[in-house]
């Protein structure tokens, strides 16, 4: 679904809604980028009270909306909220998915399991966007656009029903078994007391920051 808005969102706020300022175009992405930050935040909270699978299909119910407001949006705030929703379901749908691998793997295997996810997360986005592009080549910024958004949403919350199974049990077998002592505030714990993990944190947050301004300008660029 990501995708999707990457090759097709800044078309559709200057060829629809005739919004050129590349400030009113890059407000898209800022709402899904707080939206998507506070749901990943708010799932290590979640975590604690529910289990993975839970987390997961709310994650998706928060998709369901999203191609019905980018298909009949009036205005520019629909788009806004839609891509609220999307970051809520980008927040609490891949966090659980990447901790649920983490689960799976065991503690040796952690990295492998990241990299696999983002690898096949990232593969995913770059075909949605070639699938984006073709369509509106053909049929432009218009509602045919938005019917894979409806297949993805559909796909991806049966799945999360039928199919996925919960791993909380995994984690509880390790933790019965492990000597490490957690931390006690991971937030505080990662940013300013741990420089190895505090660097990566800044890197990763520069990273994100780019691949936002890339994702609203670059498509006007090449329009």
Known sequence: MVGLERAVIPGLARGVFVIDANTAVLSF???????KAISNYSVAKLTKKYNRKTILITGWLFAVPVPLLLMYAPNWNWILVANILLGINQGLAWSSTVIMKIDLVGNKNRGLAMGINEFAGYLSVGLASY???SIAAHYGFAFFLFIPYLAFAALGLMMSVFLIKDTTHFVHAESSTSNIS????????TIWKHKNISSVTLNDLV?????????????????
């Open 131 to 133: 699938l984006a592009s």
């Open 182 to 189: 957690l931390l006690k505030n991971v937030g505080k714990d």
């Open 207 to 223: 990273n994100n920051m780019n691949d936002g301004v890339v994702w609203g300008l670059l498509p006007l660029l090449l329009i």
């Open 29 to 35: 992405v800022a709402a899904f980028g707080i939206s």
